[in-house]
């Protein structure tokens, strides 16, 4: 067959590739359960912390929580950050904007209720320094950063929050404001603090949310 008659059939083969890789479902990986999950400042407990603002999901909203530290002022500006349970990383970087610094970090547990596996992602902001990467897998009370104050915008604090619905991403626009969306992260943690112990890993998904942009300069 010459080359000119093959060029067809090989252009037929690329787009069945394309079309494949497009419908092929989300990046899967191996991570532990979580075994319960701690505060991420002042760990375990955070001590020497308090929680400055809440969630609301009523206008004005905030979709996490605020922790200050107890001495006041910006006297937190680089304490550590903490994994608050063992998870893989799937966003490290400077998403600009209001954000600043942030990790997203992902997290499998099993439900105390229904026994089930289930996920959720947490979100750690304005951060003074980032100290995982993407893809990073990490263990519960492993330093993830330190609190910023997103290059001067607020005073020093960590913007904490738990997501439930692990296809939000950077783009809270995307889900409506509930409790189905959103966890209130102190009940969350106090909830599940103490789990047990599995030694199976399960597949976790990733690249689950849209493609966040911020961090690029677009």
């Given at each position: 067959?010459?080359?000119?008659?093959?060029?067809?059939?090989?252009?037929?083969?690329?787009?069945?590739?394309?079309?494949?890789?497009?419908?092929?479902?989300?990046?899967?990986?191996?991570?532990?359960?979580?075994?319960?999950?701690?505060?991420?400042?002042?760990?375990?407990?955070?001590?020497?912390?308090?929680?400055?603002?809440?969630?609301?999901?009523?206008?004005?909203?905030?979709?996490?929580?605020d922790w200050n530290g107890r001495t006041g002022g910006d006297t937190d500006l680089g304490a550590p950050v903490y994994a608050v349970a063992d998870g893989i990383v799937t966003l490290a970087h400077n998403?600009?904007?209001?954000?600043?610094?942030?990790?997203?970090?992902?997290?499998?547990?099993?439900?105390?209720?229904?026994?089930?596996?289930?996920?959720?992602?947490?979100?750690?902001?304005?951060?003074?320094?980032?100290?995982?990467?993407?893809?990073?897998?990490?263990?519960?009370?492993?330093?993830?950063?330190?609190?910023?104050?997103?290059?001067?915008?607020?005073?020093?604090h960590l913007h904490f929050e738990i997501r439930l619905n692990i296809n939000i991403g950077m783009h809270r626009e995307k889900a409506p404001s509930d409790l189905a969306n959103w966890a209130e992260p102190?009940?969350?943690?106090?909830?599940?603090?103490?789990?047990?112990?599995?030694?199976?890993?399960?597949?976790?998904?990733?690249?689950?949310?849209?493609?966040?942009?911020?961090?690029?300069?677009?």
């Amino acid at each position: 067959m010459s080359i000119g008659k093959k060029l067809p059939i090989y252009g037929a083969l690329m787009v069945g590739l394309l079309f494949l890789c497009l419908s092929l479902s989300p990046q899967q990986v191996k991570i532990n359960l979580a075994d319960g999950f701690d505060f991420p400042v002042g760990k375990p407990n955070g001590t020497g912390y308090y929680k400055a603002r809440g969630l609301r999901l009523r206008a004005p909203q905030h979709f996490g929580e605020d922790w200050n530290g107890r001495t006041g002022g910006d006297t937190d500006l680089g304490a550590p950050v903490y994994a608050v349970a063992d998870g893989i990383v799937t966003l490290a970087h400077n998403v600009r904007s209001g954000w600043g610094n942030v990790v997203l970090t992902r997290h499998a547990y099993r439900d105390l209720a229904t026994g089930q596996v289930k996920f959720c992602d947490t979100l750690n902001g304005h951060l003074n320094q980032i100290m995982v990467k993407d893809g990073q897998l990490i263990k519960k009370g492993q330093q993830i950063g330190t609190i910023g104050n997103n290059f001067g915008m607020y005073p020093a604090h960590l913007h904490f929050e738990i997501r439930l619905n692990i296809n939000i991403g950077m783009h809270r626009e995307k889900a409506p404001s509930d409790l189905a969306n959103w966890a209130e992260p102190t009940e969350f943690i106090n909830k599940f603090r103490k789990l047990n112990r599995e030694w199976k890993p399960v597949v976790v998904p990733t690249g689950t949310y849209q493609e966040y942009f911020g961090f690029k300069g677009l």
